[in-house]
C-alpha cells in the first residue's frame, strides 16, 4: 500500500455554531409576509421585569456558545430597526431582546465535514526538526445543506505521523466588506449571460483595470441615462451589479484562531453554499508566497467559481472566475506560473482532467484535455483532487474517479514539469479507495480530496469520507514516483 491511513478521524462537531439572522415569516413555506412588526409589538408590550428575566435566560444559555453575544443581539437588532417606532424609548435590555427573537443559531457542521485541503502553515515556528505545521481547509455541511468553508490546524512529523489540533469551540463569520473590482472578471460572466455587447463595451471602456463598486455605478448611471441609445441598459445594470455583489473582502479579528474563523455565504451566488476549496501555496514572484484557492458557488439552481486570496487566513479577498475553462467544478491552480502563464486543472467539460493556461487567474478561456475516463473505476467520469504538487520527477496530481455504483477513488498522475500537457504517467490503480468501513456515511462509497500537502518526504492527503468525516493518509512520495515512473 503506497498510501497508509493515520489513525485519526476528524467529526462533525454540531456544538460549533454561528448566530445568524432570523426573520419569523420568512421561514415559512409559501409566505409573502415577515412577522417583524408583530413580533416588535410584542416585545414592546413586556414590563421592564419580563424584558429583565428573558434576556438573563438567553445570556445564561447561549453566552458561552458565542464569542460576543451582546453585539451579535445589536447586530440583529439593527437590522429590524426601521420597524420601530422612531419615538419608541428602548434601553439597553430591551433592545437586546428584540435581537434575540431575531436571531438564531446554525450548526455549520450539523450534517457533515468533508472534502478538505491542506497547504504549508505561514507559521513554521516552535515545531521539533523535520516537522511542519498545516493548515486544512474543511467544507461544512450544515442545515438544508448549506456548505461553509472552515479551518483546521495540525502537525506533520519527519516519520510522517499527523496530529490534529482541537478546534475552538466558538465560530465568527468575520466583517465583510468591499473590495476591488478586476476587469477580466466581468468579461466571462457577461458572456455567460449574453451581455458582452455595445452596453458592457460603454461601460467597461472607461473603467481601468481594476475599479471600484462607485466608479462602476457612475458609468451605469451613464448607461440607464441614455437608455434610448442603449437597449436593455437596465438588464446590463443589473448584470454588473450581480457580479460585482461576487468580490467582497473578509476580515477576522488578529487574535482569533485559524479554526475560528468560517466563511460564510454571502454573494447571492453563493448562497446555497460554498463548496470544496482547493488550496495551495503560491509563489508567484519567487521568496513572496501567498495562499490562492477556488471553490463552487451554489445558488440554489446554477454553480460557479469563485477565486480565493489571502496571505494570512485574516483576510480573505474574494471575486468571481470566469470563462470556458472556467465551467463546471474543480478548477485547481498550480503553485507557480510556467513561462509567465498561470496554469490550473480543469474539468469544464465535466468528465476529463485537462489543462487551462491564462494570463489573468479571473479569466480562463480555453483547456486542452490531458485524461480521458477509460479504466472500469473511472468510465462516469473524473477529475481532480486538488493543485498539482511540484517534486524533481514532474508535477504530482492527485485525481478522483467515479466508477460503477458511483464510487469515488482517488488516483495519481505525473505531468512534465517544464510542459504541463505532457503526461508522463498515471497510476495504474487507485490510490485511495474506500474502505468497507468508509463506505457508509452521507453519501456513501465515496473518498475525496481536494487538495494535499508536500511535507518533505512524506505527502499528507487528507480526504472526506462518504461526505461524513475526514481521514488523513500518507504516502512517501519517492515510493510513490517509483510507481509512476
Known amino acids: 500500500m503506497v498510501a497508509?491511513?493515520?489513525?485519526?478521524?476528524?467529526?462533525?462537531?454540531?456544538?460549533?455554531?454561528?448566530?445568524?439572522?432570523?426573520?419569523?415569516?420568512?421561514?415559512?413555506?409559501?409566505?409573502?409576509?415577515?412577522?417583524?412588526?408583530?413580533?416588535i409589538g410584542r416585545v414592546m408590550q413586556l414590563s421592564q421585569a419580563e424584558v429583565r428575566e428573558a434576556l438573563m435566560q438567553v445570556?445564561?444559555?447561549?453566552?458561552?456558545?458565542?464569542?460576543?453575544?451582546?453585539?451579535?443581539?445589536?447586530?440583529?437588532?439593527q437590522r429590524v430597526a426601521n420597524r420601530i417606532a422612531p419615538d419608541a424609548q428602548l434601553d439597553e435590555d430591551r433592545w437586546r431582546l428584540i435581537g434575540a427573537f431575531f436571531s438564531h443559531e446554525s450548526s455549520v457542521e450539523g450534517a457533515c465535514i468533508t472534502n478538505p485541503s491542506a497547504v504549508e502553515h505561514f507559521d513554521q515556528t516552535k515545531l521539533s526538526p523535520g516537522s511542519t505545521r498545516f493548515i486544512m481547509s474543511v467544507r461544512c455541511i450544515g442545515e438544508g445543506h448549506r456548505s461553509s468553508i472552515g479551518f483546521r490546524t495540525g502537525v506533520i512529523d519527519a516519520t510522517g505521523s499527523v496530529s490534529v489540533d482541537v478546534a475552538h469551540p466558538r465560530l465568527t463569520a468575520g466583517t465583510h466588506c468591499e473590495s476591488k473590482?478586476?476587469?477580466?472578471?466581468?468579461?466571462?460572466?457577461?458572456?455567460?449571460?449574453?451581455?458582452?455587447?455595445?452596453?458592457?463595451?460603454?461601460?467597461?471602456?472607461?473603467?481601468?483595470?481594476?475599479?471600484?463598486?462607485?466608479?462602476?455605478?457612475?458609468?451605469?448611471?451613464?448607461?440607464?441615462?441614455?437608455?434610448?441609445?442603449?437597449?436593455?441598459?437596465?438588464?446590463?445594470?443589473?448584470?454588473?451589479?450581480?457580479?460585482?455583489?461576487?468580490?467582497?473582502?473578509?476580515?477576522y479579528p488578529g487574535d482569533s484562531h485559524e479554526s475560528e474563523r468560517i466563511l460564510w455565504p454571502f454573494a447571492a451566488a453563493e448562497w446555497r453554499g460554498m463548496e470544496d476549496a482547493r488550496f495551495t501555496r503560491a509563489e508567484w514572484v519567487p521568496g513572496q508566497?501567498?495562499?490562492?484557492?477556488?471553490?463552487?458557488?451554489?445558488?440554489?439552481?446554477?454553480i460557479s467559481q469563485q477565486l480565493i486570496e489571502t496571505g494570512d487566513f485574516a483576510t480573505f479577498d474574494i471575486s468571481p472566475i470566469s470563462g470556458p475553462a472556467a465551467e463546471g467544478k474543480g478548477l485547481a491552480i498550480f503553485p507557480k506560473k510556467i513561462?509567465?502563464?498561470?496554469?490550473?486543472l480543469s474539468r469544464s467539460d465535466f468528465e476529463t482532467n485537462s489543462i487551462a493556461m491564462s494570463h489573468h487567474l479571473e479569466y480562463w478561456e480555453k483547456s486542452e484535455v490531458l485524461q480521458r475516463p477509460t479504466r472500469s473505476w473511472e468510465l462516469i467520469q473524473l477529475g481532480n483532487s486538488g493543485p498539482p504538487i511540484e517534486t524533481e520527477a514532474g508535477w504530482l496530481v492527485l485525481t478522483h474517479a467515479v466508477g460503477p455504483m458511483r464510487t469515488y477513488t482517488l488516483g495519481a498522475m505525473l505531468l512534465d514539469r517544464h510542459d504541463p500537457m505532457r503526461v508522463i504517467s498515471i497510476l495504474d490503480e487507485p490510490l485511495l479507495a474506500p474502505l468497507p468501513h468508509e463506505r457508509n456515511g452521507?453519501?456513501?462509497?465515496?473518498?475525496?480530496?481536494?487538495?494535499?500537502?508536500?511535507?518533505?518526504?512524506?505527502?499528507?492527503?487528507?480526504?472526506?469520507?462518504?461526505?461524513?468525516?475526514?481521514?488523513?493518509?500518507?504516502?512517501?512520495?519517492?515510493?510513490?514516483?517509483?510507481?509512476?515512473?
Open 4 to 39: 497508509r491511513r493515520m489513525p485519526l478521524l476528524i467529526s462533525p462537531d454540531t456544538s460549533r455554531v454561528l448566530s445568524r439572522l432570523f426573520v419569523a415569516g420568512h421561514d415559512d413555506f409559501g409566505s409573502r409576509e415577515s412577522r417583524t412588526s408583530l413580533i
Open 59 to 77: 445570556e445564561t444559555k447561549f453566552g458561552d456558545r458565542h464569542t460576543d453575544l451582546g453585539l451579535l443581539l445589536e447586530t440583529h437588532a
Open 181 to 251: 473590482l478586476e476587469h477580466m472578471a466581468f468579461i466571462g460572466l457577461l458572456e455567460r449571460a449574453g451581455d458582452y455587447g455595445e452596453n458592457a463595451h460603454y461601460v467597461l471602456e472607461a473603467l481601468g483595470d481594476s475599479f471600484s463598486v462607485g466608479e462602476m455605478e457612475e458609468r451605469l448611471t451613464r448607461l440607464i441615462h441614455d437608455r434610448d441609445t442603449y437597449r436593455h441598459a437596465e438588464q446590463t445594470a443589473e448584470h454588473f451589479r450581480a457580479i460585482a455583489e461576487r468580490n467582497y473582502k473578509v476580515r
Open 289 to 302: 508566497p501567498t495562499f490562492v484557492a477556488t471553490y463552487t458557488a451554489f445558488d440554489g439552481t446554477d
Open 339 to 344: 513561462d509567465g502563464w498561470y496554469v490550473a
Open 442 to 485: 452521507y453519501v456513501p462509497n465515496v473518498v475525496y480530496s481536494c487538495g494535499s500537502m508536500k511535507a518533505g518526504n512524506n505527502l499528507m492527503i487528507p480526504f472526506g469520507i462518504a461526505d461524513q468525516s475526514i481521514g488523513i493518509a500518507v504516502a512517501r512520495i519517492d515510493e510513490l514516483l517509483e510507481r509512476l515512473t
